[in-house]
C-alpha cells in the first residue's frame, strides 16, 4: 500500500467524498460494497457532469443540513470524459470547500489478466489487441491519475475480505488517525512478496522444520513447530531484534498519521518459520500496547507430501 498525503486527505477526518478509481478488474466494486457498509452513500459509474449537481448534495449552501453526510463514486475509464477533466473537477470540489480522497486500485497485468478470464468479461480498453495490450494501455491511460491520489492499494494478494477489511479499518467513520493497526503477514517467497507491505523481514536464516521428517507436514501454528523453532537461541534473538525495531519504528509511523502498518514476515514457503515468528510478533506487540493481528497468505499452498521443496 502506497500513502501519498495532500489537502482533503483523510488524516484530519473522514471525507465528504471518495473517489474510486484504479484499473479495471483491480477490485473497484468490492472497494464499493466496503464503503456501502461504512455507512458511505455510493454510486457507481457517475458520469463526470452530474459531479458538481452531486457535490451540491453532500455540501448544500444557504445552512442547509445536507442528506448525504459522506460519499463514495466509483469514476473509472469507461467514462470517456475521465481522463482529460479530472483535474479539473477535483480542483473545483476542493475549492467548494470539499473534503475529497481519491482511492486508486491497481494489480499487475498477471492477475489482472487471470482475473478477467475467470470472469470472462471483456476488458473495456480492449481494441482487438488481445487483454494484456488493453491491460496495458489502460495502465498508461490512467498514470495521470495514479499520480493524483491519496492511496494506492495493490489487490494483487488481497482477496474480496482482506481488500474489505483493510478499507473498514482505514475509513470507518469516526477514525481521527491517532488509532493504528499493525498486521503481521507471513508469507512464502515461492509465490512472490506482498506488494503492500511497509516493512519486510526475512526468516530464510533460521532453522528449517522442513528437512525434519516428523515436522515437514506440519504448520508453523502447531505447538511442535513452534517448540522446534523456540529450542534454536537464534529464534529468540531475532524475534527479540524483531520486536526491539518495531517498538521503535511504529510510534514514528503512528506520528506520521499512519492508521494502518502491514508488516510481511518471509520464508521460502510460508508455511513454517514465518508463520510462527508472525504469530509470535504479534502477540509481542498486542502486549507492549499496539493493535497487533497476523495473517497468514501462503500456509495453505504448500504441497504437504510427494514434494521436495523448502519450507
Request: one cysteine or more.
Amino acid at each position: 500500500m502506497v500513502k501519498k498525503k495532500r489537502a482533503g486527505g483523510v488524516e484530519g477526518g473522514a471525507p465528504d467524498i471518495v473517489i474510486i478509481t484504479g484499473l479495471s478488474g483491480s477490485g473497484m466494486s468490492s472497494a464499493t460494497n466496503a464503503f456501502e457498509d461504512l455507512g458511505y452513500f455510493c454510486v457507481d459509474n457517475l458520469p463526470l457532469t452530474m459531479l458538481p449537481t452531486f457535490a451540491r448534495l453532500v455540501q448544500p449552501s444557504d445552512g442547509e443540513e445536507s442528506p448525504i453526510e459522506h460519499a463514495a463514486l466509483v469514476i473509472n475509464i469507461r467514462e470517456g470524459k475521465f481522463l482529460a477533466e479530472f483535474e479539473t473537477k477535483l480542483s473545483a470540489l476542493e475549492r467548494q470547500g470539499l473534503r475529497v480522497f481519491v482511492l486508486f486500485l491497481e494489480a499487475t497485468d498477471d492477475v489482472l489478466q487471470r482475473r478477467f478470464s475467470e470472469t470472462r468479461r471483456p476488458h473495456p480498453a480492449d481494441t482487438g489487441d488481445g487483454l494484456l495490450e488493453a491491460i496495458r494501455a489502460e495502465r498508461a491511460a490512467m498514470a495521470a491519475i495514479r499520480t493524483r491520489a491519496d492511496l494506492i492499494i495493490d489487490t494483487s494478494v488481497h482477496s474480496v475480505h482482506t481488500l474489505r477489511h483493510l478499507l473498514v479499518k482505514r475509513f470507518s467513520p469516526g477514525t481521527d488517525g491517532t488509532q493504528m493497526t499493525v498486521q503481521v503477514m507471513s508469507f512464502g517467497h515461492k509465490y512472490g512478496s506482498p506488494h503492500d507491505m511497509e516493512l519486510v523481514f526475512d526468516v530464510r536464516h533460521l532453522p528449517n522444520p522442513y528437512f525434519v521428517p516428523e515436522l515437514r507436514d506440519l504448520s508453523g501454528h502447531d505447538r511442535r513447530i513452534v517448540q522446534y523453532l523456540k529450542a534454536e537461541p537464534e529464534v529468540a534473538e531475532t524475534l527479540h531484534r524483531f520486536s526491539d525495531l518495531l517498538e521503535y519504528l511504529l510510534p514514528l509511523y503512528k506520528r506520521e498519521g499512519k492508521s494502518y502498518v502491514t508488516v510481511g514476515i518471509g520464508c521460502t514457503g510460508g508455511r513454517h518459520r514465518s508463520v510462527m515468528i508472525a504469530n509470535a510478533l504479534a502477540r509481542r506487540l498486542r502486549r507492549t500496547g499496539f493493535a497487533a493481528q497476523a495473517v497468514h497468505r501462503d500456509v495453505g499452498k504448500a504441497k504437504r507430501r510427494g514434494g521436495t521443496r523448502k519450507k
